[in-house]
């Protein structure tokens, strides 16, 4: 791993508490050594909030190498550095194993995306995601509209860069589907039929997604430093 490298981290602990989402964290590569690596302090990916963690919790750890392969591993939090740039020290990792991409990282992003019944169960319908990833995603289902039988294919319009979308036509199986607090009924799909470069794009895509978070999140957090000494 290189000196800025963008990691997500999960929380093992709290995996039984609540949701996957709850524990997920970005963070950055800031320095390292031979016993550790150094992060910046990690922000849920959910609630774009810092996070504080006590020493000894235990992360599973994803990053993408140079050659663009999803590796993981487990670490723990040692102790937190103090400085002019705060960071957060980890062990360093003695086994890292590479994972498959569409099992990688999910962002929460609106894209628009129509749903037809596989076997013509429900009157087709448009709609957004909630989130996206290159395994499959999560999307809102509007009032009164049933989602019958477990199979159906979607069609995404994904912008990728200078006002240019693809259209991906994507097979999909239904593994969950949940009425969340506000009454907001939200179905998760796992993709069934997706090729090479569209997994590629989408990849690309929810990268792209991570990085204009990132950088909303430093000029947030540069802004209010600023707006506080004002």
Known sequence: MKLGTMLQLEVIQSRKKGSDKDNKYRCKLINKNEQ????????????????????????????????????????????????????????????????????????????????????????????VTNDIGAGGLSLIVPRNQPIIGDLVELWLVLPISKGSFLYPNIRAKLVHQEKERNEITIASFQFLTLDTKMEQSLIQFCFEKQREARKKQLFDRSYGIIKNKL
């Open 36 to 127: 550790c690596i150094f992060i910046d302090f990690p922000v849920n990916i959910k609630s774009k909030k810092t996070a504080v963690f006590a020493r000894g919790t235990v992360f599973d750890i994803t990053f993408v190498g140079d050659d663009e392969v999803i590796y993981k591993f487990r670490s723990k939090l040692i102790t937190k550095i103090k400085g002019k740039i705060p960071s957060l020290a980890i062990q360093k990792p003695v086994n890292v194993h590479r994972i498959q991409r569409r099992n990688f990282i999910r962002v929460e992003t609106v894209v628009d995306v129509a749903v037809h019944s596989d076997q013509n169960l429900f009157s087709p319908f448009i709609t």
